[in-house]
């Protein structure tokens, strides 16, 4: 079965650090996607940040970067100079090719001011 | 504009009836997923669909019932033989796999069960 594991349900960051947040992910196929969603209050999901198996590189989008480690199945987020917005509910997901999106648990972060 | 609807936004639904959550998207996308979210919980997928006239059990499809007779829509049924249905349920559409993978989801709908 394939599975998507976050094991931070909650992380909190003061205004303007670092946070990186954890998924690893459980898979067979060699040809797959992962992603980053953000779901703040308003409950609208939002594409965070992509990678695309096959790519050794690490994507980067403005403040957001991934740390992708295939071998070890693990695709952490990394969020710098955090800012008040980024507070909500992360959300890891994997593809393979074209199947299912399968979501992990979700990990709260809250940003103090 | 292009986008995902869904509707309606809040659904009140009695002991022992079927309901049906609307999702419509307009991206020209072959596959649409439907989502579940308890509170505090990550999306669990009901169904799935690649392609019209097809569709996939997700992880916790019993109680549930969908169709996809059009690519544009993917209604999600909520029957009377799901015991728990008071939840968040999400709609996402996305290409079936490729360059701009990514799902795009819609508003939401909140279920209440009176």
């Known amino acids: 079965a394939q599975t998507v594991t976050q094991s931070q349900p909650e992380m909190s960051v003061q205004e303007a650090e670092t946070v990186t947040l954890s998924c690893t992910y459980d898979t067979s196929e060699s040809d797959y996607y992962l992603f980053w969603y953000k779901q703040p209050p308003s409950r609208q999901m939002i594409l965070v940040i992509r990678?695309?198996?096959?790519?050794?590189q690490n994507a980067t989008e403005n403040r957001f970067s991934v740390n992708f480690q295939k071998a070890a199945k693990s695709f952490s987020l990394k969020i710098s100079d955090s800012q008040l917005g980024d507070a909500a509910m992360y959300f890891c997901a994997y593809r393979p090719g074209a199947q299912k999106l399968v979501f992990g648990q979700g990990t709260r972060l809250t940003i103090n001011p | 504009d292009g986008g995902i609807t869904q509707s309606p936004k809040y659904l009140f639904r009695k002991e022992g009836q079927n309901v049906t959550l609307s999702c419509e998207q307009n991206?020209?996308?072959?596959?649409m997923y439907w989502y579940r979210q308890d509170p505090g919980q990550g999306l669990r997928l009901i169904y799935y669909?690649?392609?019209?006239?097809?569709?996939q059990k997700g992880d916790i499809a019993e109680g549930y019932s969908v169709s996809r007779e059009k690519k544009e829509s993917f209604p999600l049924t909520v029957t009377s033989a799901q015991k728990n249905p008071t939840a968040f349920y999400l709609c996402?559409?996305?290409?079936?796999?490729?360059?701009?993978?990514?799902?795009?989801f819609g508003q939401g709908t909140r279920l209440t069960v009176v």
């Open positions: 669909s690649q392609i019209v006239n097809d569709f």
């Open positions: 990678q695309e198996a096959y790519k050794q």
């Open positions: 996402a559409s996305s290409h079936p796999g490729g360059m701009n993978t990514e799902a795009f």
């Open positions: 991206l020209n996308h072959d596959a």
